[in-house]
């Protein structure tokens, strides 16, 4: 297979090995105003350089997430944007400078967008599942590169589709011709487990969707109508149903000048019992607002309800920028892409309605907005977004906020999505030193990295009502990690004993147990058949 070779990258093809894990502090949480809906609210947004973030985040998400989009810089040479999109950037440069050496500072742009895009990559891969599926948006600039990288990174074997996508309209600094084509490259972790979405098309004899069946459907009114149609013909088929709202619902014939008159269901009430509990009904409300009944038939299943999707995004040309006027009421970011785009992309990655979500190119948060957008069907969707520039905060977390409460005058967006998020900023290292922890740094946080570190596929916390040292279990072997912050921690016969205690699946066959220091014989190790690992800190302050 072909490789891409550059400047400087024999200095960052292992660079994702050497960036510290580092801590996140949380600044803030946002919930939803009361009396919006009810949906997740432990949702991400972090600032900071993604590199760091990306880092940090392993520990608990490493080899969870389902989906990854991400929209880098698409390394233009325009420095004039918002989002700067080259790697001119001050903190870029600094990173280039300490990575790669003096050297840097004669590499071309394309080589210091490698540099930079190399190591976000190679972590981005660690932390998707085995049947996660991640989208790259770019343009004719680094589109070849990032093609061989990619193939390199994920696996020739792992591409999946190059999506194009129609701009809206032409670029006019275009010298030869009005380019008006971009690019999505999707990749899975691993090929053979991924399962594409199906694209779901419209049916002019069934016009609506049904999201718990996914099927298409059209009404046919509930209440009789024609010939026999009154109270009096079956007085029996008479009865209440209740609407969403709680109220009865009765077969009423409404006249033009809203007249009542008695009528009656056609089903008996222990089908129509059933309908209402399989949801075979739905109640629409008419120009008097009154609801009315009426009954969904589903297109049969030989009619044909969806394909596979296009790489031809041609029908998403709708405008991002006035998604966000419309949320801002005026201009705040160039070129950003649609929530439409996003949640075809999450439909076309066929995540599940609890996946997590990844965007370490936030932007102005279209990904976000996406997410919770799709949460209005049920969903329990969790985002994770991060972004380096200082308008994290204005526009990214601010935006978020108004999805979550509602924004502008459409129905679909004034009563917002619900749900809420946590603001954090990139903190302090895990470790002071090579060996030595920060002492400052959260017993979760710890637990999380050493959980990691035994690729334990779920680390406990204290409070899972196991032995309060209790780190995990796998493969028959119990994981133990005993640590206090202010005192030295001893493996010892007392220390066995409490670890007798019940809350584990199964008695194990081997245990794996952290702690500042061991007082058992070699032998008597072998015997309870333990593994002693040393906490890495600085015991000799205590």
């Given at each position: 297979?072909?490789?891409?070779?550059?400047?400087?990258?024999?200095?960052?093809?292992?660079?994702?090995?050497?960036?510290?894990?580092?801590?996140?502090n949380q600044q803030y949480h946002f919930v939803a105003e009361e009396g919006k809906p009810q949906n997740r609210e432990d949702n991400i947004l972090i600032h900071g350089d993604n590199l760091l973030a990306l880092k940090s985040l392993l520990p608990e998400f490493g080899g969870k997430i389902n989906c990854i989009y991400i929209d880098p810089?698409?390394?233009?040479?325009?420095?004039?944007?918002?989002?700067?999109?080259?790697?001119?950037?001050?903190?870029?440069?600094?990173?280039?400078?300490?990575?790669?050496?003096?050297?840097?500072?004669?590499?071309?742009?394309?080589?210091?967008?490698?540099?930079?895009?190399?190591?976000?990559?190679?972590?981005?891969?660690?932390?998707?599942?085995?049947?996660?599926?991640?989208?790259?948006?770019?343009?004719?600039?680094?589109?070849?590169?990032?093609?061989?990288?990619?193939?390199?990174?994920?696996?020739?074997?792992?591409?999946?589709?190059?999506?194009?996508?129609?701009?809206?309209?032409?670029?006019?600094?275009?010298?030869?011709?009005?380019?008006?084509?971009?690019?999505?490259?999707?990749?899975?972790?691993?090929?053979?487990?991924?399962?594409?979405?199906?694209?779901?098309?419209?049916?002019?004899?069934?016009?609506?969707?049904?999201?718990?069946?996914?099927?298409?459907?059209?009404?046919?009114?509930?209440?009789?109508?024609?010939?026999?149609?009154?109270?009096?013909?079956?007085?029996?088929?008479?009865?209440?149903?209740?609407?969403?709202?709680?109220?009865?619902?009765?077969?009423?014939?409404?006249?033009?000048?809203?007249?009542?008159?008695?009528?009656?269901?056609?089903?008996?009430?222990?089908?129509?019992?059933?309908?209402?509990?399989?949801?075979?009904?739905?109640?629409?409300?008419?120009?008097?607002?009154?609801?009315?009944?009426?009954?969904?038939?589903?297109?049969?299943?030989?009619?044909?309800?969806?394909?596979?999707?296009?790489?031809?995004?041609?029908?998403?040309?709708?405008?991002?920028?006035?998604?966000?006027?419309?949320?801002?009421?005026?201009?705040?970011?160039?070129?950003?892409?649609?929530?439409?785009?996003?949640?075809?992309?999450?439909?076309?990655?066929?995540?599940?309605?609890?996946?997590?979500?990844?965007?370490?190119?936030?932007?102005?948060?279209?990904?976000?907005?996406?997410?919770?957008?799709?949460?209005?069907?049920?969903?329990?969707?969790?985002?994770?977004?991060?972004?380096?520039?200082?308008?994290?905060?204005?526009?990214?977390?601010?935006?978020?906020?108004?999805?979550?409460?509602?924004?502008?005058?459409?129905?679909?967006?004034?009563?917002?999505?619900?749900?809420?998020?946590?603001?954090?900023?990139?903190?302090?290292?895990?470790?002071?030193?090579?060996?030595?922890?920060?002492?400052?740094?959260?017993?979760?946080?710890?637990?999380?990295?050493?959980?990691?570190?035994?690729?334990?596929?779920?680390?406990?916390?204290?409070?899972?009502?196991?032995?309060?040292?209790?780190?995990?279990?796998?493969?028959?072997?119990?994981?133990?990690?005993?640590?206090?912050?202010?005192?030295?921690?001893?493996?010892?016969?007392?220390?066995?004993?409490?670890?007798?205690?019940?809350?584990?699946?199964?008695?194990?066959?081997?245990?794996?147990?952290?702690?500042?220091?061991?007082?058992?014989?070699?032998?008597?190790?072998?015997?309870?058949?333990?593994?002693?690992?040393?906490?890495?800190?600085?015991?000799?302050?205590?």
């Open positions: 297979m072909p490789e891409l070779m550059w400047s400087g990258k024999d200095k960052v093809k292992f660079h994702h090995h050497d960036v510290p894990f580092y801590l996140l810089p698409y390394n233009t040479g325009n420095e004039n944007w918002v989002y700067n999109d080259n790697v001119n950037d001050s903190r870029i440069q600094k990173w280039l400078g300490e990575v790669v050496g003096k050297e840097g500072e004669d590499f071309s742009r394309h080589d210091k967008w490698l540099c930079m895009m190399y190591p976000r990559l190679k972590l981005l891969k660690q932390l998707l599942a085995d049947d996660g599926v991640i989208f790259i948006s770019i343009d004719d600039n680094e589109q070849a590169c990032l093609k061989l990288i990619c193939d390199e990174i994920f696996g020739y074997g792992n591409f999946v589709a190059q999506f194009s996508i129609k701009r809206q309209g032409g670029r006019q600094d275009s010298k030869f011709f009005a380019k008006i084509t971009e690019y999505i490259f999707c990749y899975a972790k691993n090929s053979n487990q991924f399962i594409s979405g199906q694209d779901i098309k419209e049916n002019e004899s069934y016009p609506k969707f049904d999201k718990n069946k996914q099927q298409f459907y059209k009404t046919q009114l509930l209440r009789k109508w024609g010939n026999s149609s009154l109270k009096q013909d079956r007085p029996n088929l008479y009865y209440a149903i209740p609407a969403p709202d709680g109220n009865d619902v009765f077969p009423i014939i409404y006249s033009d000048n809203g007249e009542k008159i008695d009528g009656r269901w056609r089903w008996k009430p222990k089908k129509m019992e059933k309908a209402l509990k399989d949801g075979l009904i739905e109640f629409i409300k008419d120009k008097n607002n009154n609801w009315i009944a009426y009954e969904k038939i589903f297109q049969p299943e030989s009619g044909g309800k969806s394909k596979k999707f296009s790489t031809w995004l041609e029908k998403l040309n709708v405008s991002g920028s006035a998604e966000l006027k419309d949320i801002f009421g005026s201009s705040v970011f160039d070129y950003p892409k649609p929530p439409q785009l996003l949640e075809l992309i999450l439909k076309m990655a066929n995540v599940n309605k609890n996946a997590i979500i990844l965007d370490s190119f936030s932007g102005s948060g279209t990904t976000a907005h996406a997410v919770l957008s799709l949460n209005k069907d049920g969903g329990n969707r969790r985002f994770i977004g991060v972004e380096m520039m200082d308008y994290a905060e204005t526009i990214t977390a601010e935006r978020i906020r108004r999805v979550i409460n509602g924004y502008g005058n459409k129905p679909e967006t004034q009563n917002g999505t619900g749900g809420g998020f946590t603001f954090y900023t990139i903190g302090d290292p895990l470790f002071i030193a090579p060996d030595t922890l920060n002492p400052n740094a959260s017993l979760a946080a710890i637990r999380q990295y050493i959980g990691y570190t035994e690729n334990l596929q779920q680390t406990w916390q204290p409070e899972n009502g196991v032995s309060p040292h209790a780190l995990g279990y796998q493969n028959g072997t119990a994981y133990v990690f005993y640590y206090e912050q202010d005192e030295v921690t001893t493996l010892d016969l007392p220390f066995l004993q409490t670890l007798q205690a019940t809350g584990l699946p199964e008695k194990p066959e081997c245990w794996v147990i952290y702690a500042d220091k061991v007082v058992l014989t070699e032998s008597q190790l072998k015997t309870f058949n333990i593994v002693f690992k040393r906490i890495p800190r600085d015991i000799s302050r205590f």
